[in-house]
């Protein structure tokens, strides 16, 4: 589980704790979206990622 503090400029719960989340698209695969949703959450590509 991770959870992201949010912005404090946010209009919605600014500054608090909320958990990660996405959806898939529909050309993707699970490992796809789990990918794209880590780069657009926290930055991390694919690449940087220890398996």
Do not use: A, F, N
């Amino acid at each position: 589980m991770l959870l992201l503090k949010r912005r404090k400029d946010l209009k919605l719960d600014p500054g608090k704790y909320d958990l990660c989340s996405g959806h898939m698209k529909e050309e993707e695969v699970p490992t796809q979206t789990m990918y794209r949703e880590i780069r657009e959450e926290i930055g991390v590509k694919q690449e940087e990622i220890k398996r």
